[in-house]
């Protein structure tokens, strides 16, 4: 079984696979970042937005909120 393994091709295979699999692990991370800054920015223009709605229409969430039957207060925070 030894004669037929070439140990140093397995040796150049298993190091390329490696380089590979660090430079694939860098492109995700790299992805990753992007995604998260994309999604972070839609929602902090989401809350201006809404919050701009909001005070438009003179909608306070920092108020207490009485509900309909009278029987529970709930706080919006």
């Given at each position: 079984?030894?004669?037929?393994?070439?140990?140093?091709?397995?040796?150049?295979?298993?190091?390329?696979?490696?380089?590979?699999?660090?430079?694939m692990?860098?492109?995700?991370?790299?992805?990753?970042?992007?995604?998260?800054?994309?999604?972070?920015?839609?929602?902090?223009?989401?809350?201006?937005?809404?919050?701009?709605?909001?005070?438009?229409i003179?909608v306070?969430?920092?108020?207490?909120?009485?509900?309909?039957?009278?029987?529970?207060?709930?706080?919006?925070?």
């Open positions: 079984m030894n004669r037929n393994m070439n140990l140093p091709a397995i040796q150049r295979i298993a190091m390329e696979f490696e380089r590979e699999n660090d430079m692990d860098q492109r995700q991370e790299m992805m990753d970042d992007a995604i998260d800054d994309t999604f972070e920015d839609e929602e902090e223009e989401t809350d201006e937005i809404v919050n701009q709605v909001l005070d438009e003179g306070d969430l920092s108020q207490s909120v009485w509900h309909p039957k009278g029987a529970h207060l709930i706080l919006c925070s």
